[in-house]
């Protein structure tokens, strides 16, 4: 039930775009996108509920597409400090109750940004 | 405010030792997850509180981890006799709301070696 995540790695140049997706074989109550450096917390970047929305700050939004289960998070005019691992989590539905399940997060996306 | 704190920040154990783990929440969130970390994985789930009571406990690898949060705040993670394969980094979060499947802010984390 781990959401799978592509690519794993990407390179950038400061001031390029990128696209981060993911994806659930399973209907899915909410995604979270969450952002790591290497030895720090996860920081939480945005969360989208089922429904299908799409969501943004600044220069990084994303979508969900509740129809295909999958999820884009999109980093536009990118920064040094957008370098990190970045992760999506999943919480699936649980049509019975209504609520949502653990979360389970992918295995990460590496972005670097370099100048 | 202040944000998601745990203690210690780092933990060497000799195999067989028991270790706790301390997860101090935002002040006010109800919920609070404890996840288990891996070199270059994304976290895994270990356990789910609300308030005080365990909601969740489907995630801990087996009956030597065990965690609680009797006043509905602080929150213990304990391994009891430790093995090399505890070895992670031990992510606490905590979400203002009163239901999984909403935003998480999770701590620094414990990086528990044992030798």
């Known amino acids: 039930q781990q959401p799978v995540q592509s690519p794993q790695a990407v390179i950038l140049r400061e001031g390029e775009d990128a696209v981060i997706n993911c994806s659930s074989s399973k209907a899915l109550y909410s995604v979270h996108w969450y952002r790591q450096k290497h030895g720090e917390a996860p920081v939480f970047l945005m969360i989208?509920?089922?429904?299908?929305e799409q969501k943004g700050h600044d220069k990084i939004s994303a979508s969900f597409n509740e129809k295909k289960q999958q999820s884009s998070l999109y980093l536009t005019a990118s920064q040094l400090s957008y370098s990190g691992t970045y992760f999506c989590g999943t919480a699936l539905h649980n049509r019975n109750t209504g609520t949502a399940s653990k979360l389970t997060f992918g295995t990460g996306t590496r972005l670097q940004v370099t100048l | 405010g202040a944000g998601v704190s745990q203690s210690p920040r780092y933990k060497v154990a000799k195999r067989g030792q028991d270790v706790a783990l301390r997860c101090d929440p935002i002040?006010?969130?109800?919920?609070l997850f404890w996840y288990q970390q891996a070199l270059g994985q994304g976290p895994e789930f270990l356990t789910y509180?609300?308030?005080?009571?365990?909601?969740?406990k489907s995630g801990l690898p087996s009956d030597r981890f065990f965690a609680e949060r009797p006043e509905g705040s602080v929150s213990t993670l304990k391994i009891q006799r430790t093995q090399q394969e505890d070895s992670a980094v031990y992510l606490c979060?905590?979400?203002?709301?009163?239901?999984?499947?909403?935003?998480?802010?999770f701590g620094p984390g414990t990086r528990l070696t044992v030798t």
């Open positions: 979060a905590s979400s203002l709301v009163r239901a999984r499947g909403y935003e998480q802010y």
């Open positions: 989208l509920l089922k429904g299908g």
């Open positions: 509180f609300q308030n005080e009571a365990q909601l969740d």
């Open positions: 002040s006010g969130h109800v919920s």
